[in-house]
Structures are given as C-alpha cells and as structure tokens.
C-alpha cells in the first residue's frame, strides 16, 4: 500500500487496526471491481474517515451517520426499519462500523441496522475488540466480541461471511485491558521507531525528538519487556475483525 498510508498506519493509537486494513486490503486485490470505482456509495457509521476506506478511490461518494452529529436519528439501538430511516435502506455498496458495538446497549440491533443499509451484494465491515478495559463512559457496555457471535448474527441475517477473525499477542491484550492504545510507532519494535527517528532528524526537529519520541518509545518498551506486540499463537481475542456480504 501507498506510503502515506503505512505511515498513518503505525501512528494511529490502535496497534491491531494494521490487521484489518491489510485483510481488507487482501480482499480489494482479489476484488479490483472495487479499487477504482469513483461510484461506490459508502457509510461510515464511525464518524470519520477509516484507513479501510482510504484503499477505495479517493472519489467515492461517503455518507457518514454519526450519533454525535443527531444522537436522536443515528441512536443504532432503535428499530431503522421504520419509515425515518427507509430512505437508506438498499443504499450502499460498503458499510463500516469500527470501534462502535462496545458501546451499544443492544449491538444486535445494531447489526440488525447496519445490513438494512446495504444494497444486495453490498459488504458491510465492522471491527470491535475483543479485550478492552472500559473507556468512554457512560456509553461502555461490552468489552469484547469473539468471531462466533458476529458469525451467529450474520447466519440469521443470511449475511455471506467473507471473513471473520480475532488476533492478540500477550503484550498487546495487557495493554488494551488497561487502555493503553500506543500507536506502533512506540508500543511496536525499533523497526517501526527508525522511520520516524530519521525522518524528525533530517527535518532537524532534535527538541521533539528528545523530549517526546524517544522518551515514549523508552517507556513503553521498558513497561513491556520481553513482551513482543506481534504474536500468530495467542488464542485470546483483542481485536476481531468480521466482513460479510448481503445475500
């Protein structure tokens, strides 16, 4: 993938989102139709901007549903079967929902909301963690989903699963359990650091070097000794990752 994208990548304070961009990103280069088409009508329900998204042409059409925008009309845990929300059914080839089932009281309906969205064919892409400590109160409710409950919903939605996955490490389940979402570029190892190391010393920013980059590098590593981030073994979920298309 492009440069400015593996760059943002290991600088977002979410280590794990990097599987999911790679496995969508798996899934665009099996599916090119996707890559360059200027017409695709896509939802985010994120209220913003993913990295998923940044894989697609940089000229499709986003409708972004955020519940900070209209908590009344975007609320996922009502019923958008009724005539309010009828006019987005049928709607949109991709639906992604990062980061948001977790702070649902009924995600099920949520899940339920988001395939009303999607036109037949459409792919909806949802992330949530699988281990997480609480953040974002008073709306915290769930602190993590396994694959196999994502499955069980797209199954009675008739929803064609794509793929459905969890990953962890030891290093990595410690810290989202205490919240501590560092970006790569510090929680990962010396090779993530490097790039931003030479990059902030050619452009002459030693101070910010110094007083901020080095010292949360430092920290961080030493807090987690011995603890690799990345790991292809631990059976814990962190961060599970589910993409289904509308049948």
Same mark, same amino acid.
Not at 74 to 90: A, F, M, R
Not at 188 to 214: A, Y
Not at 215 to 232: A, C, G, R, T, V
């Given at each position: 993938?492009?440069?400015?994208?593996?760059?943002?990548?290991?600088?977002?304070?979410?280590?794990?989102?990097?599987?999911?961009?790679?496995?969508?990103?798996? *899934?665009?280069?099996?599916?090119?139709?996707? /890559?360059?088409?200027?017409?695709?009508?896509?939802?985010?329900? =994120?209220?913003? /901007?993913?990295?998923?998204?940044?894989?697609?042409?940089?000229?499709?059409?986003?409708?972004?549903?955020?519940?900070?925008?209209?908590?009344?009309?975007?609320?996922?845990?009502?019923?958008?079967?009724?005539?309010?929300?009828?006019?987005?059914?049928?709607?949109?080839? @991709?639906?992604?929902?990062?980061?948001?089932?977790?702070?649902?009281?009924?995600?099920?309906?949520?899940?339920?909301?988001?395939?009303?969205?999607?036109?037949?064919?459409?792919?909806?892409?949802? =992330?949530?963690?699988?281990?997480?400590?609480?953040?974002?109160?008073?709306?915290?409710?769930?602190?993590? *989903?396994?694959?196999?409950?994502?499955?069980?919903?797209?199954?009675?939605?008739?929803?064609?699963?794509?793929?459905?996955?969890?990953?962890?490490?030891?290093?990595?389940?410690?810290?989202? =359990?205490?919240?501590? *979402? /560092?970006?790569?570029?510090? =929680?990962?190892?010396?090779? @993530?650091?490097?790039?931003? *190391? @030479?990059?902030?010393?050619?452009?002459?920013?030693?101070?910010?070097?110094?007083?901020?980059?080095?010292?949360?590098?430092?920290?961080?590593?030493?807090?987690?000794?011995?603890?690799?981030?990345?790991?292809?073994? @631990?059976?814990?979920?962190?961060?599970?990752?589910?993409?289904?298309?509308?049948?």
């Amino acid at each position: 993938m492009n440069k400015d994208l593996s760059y943002r990548l290991i600088n977002i304070a979410d280590p794990t989102r990097i599987y999911s961009v790679l496995k969508f990103n798996e *899934f665009l280069i099996e599916n090119p139709k996707f /890559t360059k088409n200027k017409d695709l009508k896509i939802a985010s329900i =994120s209220g913003g /901007t993913e990295p998923e998204i940044d894989l697609l042409d940089k000229d499709v059409d986003i409708t972004y549903l955020n519940y900070d925008d209209d908590p009344n009309m975007w609320d996922l845990t009502k019923n958008w079967e009724g005539k309010d929300y009828q006019y987005l059914h049928n709607t949109f080839d @991709f639906v992604f929902c990062e980061q948001i089932l977790e702070h649902l009281s009924d995600p099920e309906m949520a899940f339920k909301n988001l395939n009303l969205l999607l036109k037949k064919n459409g792919i909806l892409h949802c =992330s949530v963690p699988g281990i997480c400590g609480i953040h974002m109160d008073p709306n915290w409710y769930y602190s993590g *989903f396994h694959p196999r409950l994502l499955n069980k919903w797209a199954k009675k939605l008739n929803i064609k699963i794509i793929h459905s996955f969890f990953w962890g490490s030891p290093k990595c389940a410690r810290m989202y =359990s205490n919240c501590e *979402f /560092t970006p790569l570029v510090y =929680s990962g190892g010396i090779e @993530f650091f490097l790039p931003l *190391f @030479f990059s902030l010393l050619k452009k002459g920013k030693l101070k910010i070097l110094l007083r901020v980059h080095i010292p949360n590098f430092l920290i961080h590593n030493i807090k987690y000794f011995f603890q690799d981030m990345w790991s292809e073994s @631990f059976i814990t979920p962190v961060y599970t990752v589910f993409m289904g298309e509308k049948k």
